[in-house]
């Protein structure tokens, strides 16, 4: 799954640089997080670093967005080598 932040979100900006993945941007209101970007910091880090340093617990798994950990790990794979090209 991917995550989600909800509009408790206070845009303290703690989030946006712990992002290995550049998902988390500056929205019209709050923070938000690019789908397709985040792979819940599969192949980085154990947790989702977002989550952790979010200070009011308002990142949660998105709920319209399924994904195993096989295809978080595949997202990984194809954003670190879009990196490196």
Same mark, same amino acid.
């Given at each position: 799954? @991917? +995550?989600?932040?909800?509009?408790?979100? *206070?845009?303290c900006?703690?989030c946006?640089?712990? #992002?290995p993945?550049?998902?988390? /941007?500056q929205?019209?209101? *709050?923070y938000?997080?690019? @789908?397709?970007?985040?792979?819940?910091?599969?192949?980085? /880090? $154990?947790?989702?670093q977002?989550?952790e340093?979010?200070?009011? $617990? #308002? *990142?949660? +798994?998105?709920?319209d967005?399924r994904?195993?950990? $096989?295809?978080?790990?595949?997202? /990984?794979?194809? +954003?670190?080598? &879009?990196?490196? &090209?």
């Open positions: 799954m @991917s +995550l989600l932040i909800t509009d408790e979100c *206070i845009n900006d703690v946006e640089p712990e #992002c993945n550049d998902a988390i /941007y929205g019209q209101e *709050i938000e997080i690019a @789908s397709h970007k985040c792979t819940e910091c599969v192949g980085h /880090y $154990d947790t989702p977002c989550v340093v979010c200070p009011i $617990d #308002c *990142i949660i +798994l998105h709920p967005v994904e195993t950990q $096989d295809e978080l790990m595949q997202k /990984y794979h194809q +954003l670190t080598a &879009a990196k490196a &090209a």
